[in-house]
């Protein structure tokens, strides 16, 4: 999920009203009081939007994308953009498949 969501970083950061996944991620104790302290100063919402991707980035939790997930899910506006993220191609699991098979013995 965290490979996808990089993918589409610009994309979030100008589609994505940041004020309800920031309530929502708190909600579901993925970021902190002091993160959302930080984040609601800002004025602009594509860079709240962008501190966010860049926190959970860094955080270590282990839900933080799937919880990002649901929150544009609950965003009726934003099936599209569900939609988008789900139809991606995985290519780590594409590299990964390219890898097991060079890998293997030829026969010679």
Do not use: C
Not at 52 to 58: E, K, N, V, Y
Not at 64 to 90: G, S, T, V
């Amino acid at each position: 999920m965290k490979f996808r969501f990089r993918k589409f970083h610009t994309t979030l950061v100008d589609s994505v009203n940041p004020a309800s996944i920031i309530d929502f991620l708190f909600q579901e104790e993925v970021i902190g009081a002091g993160d959302i302290r930080a984040l609601v100063k800002l004025d602009n919402p594509q860079q709240q939007s962008s501190d966010l991707l860049a926190l959970l980035h860094t955080s270590e939790h282990s839900q933080a994308f799937i919880q990002l997930y649901l929150a544009i899910k609950e965003e009726p506006k934003l099936r599209w953009l569900i939609d988008r993220i789900d139809n991606f191609p995985d290519q780590s699991l594409i590299v990964l498949l390219q890898q097991m098979y060079n890998n293997e013995p030829t026969g010679e």
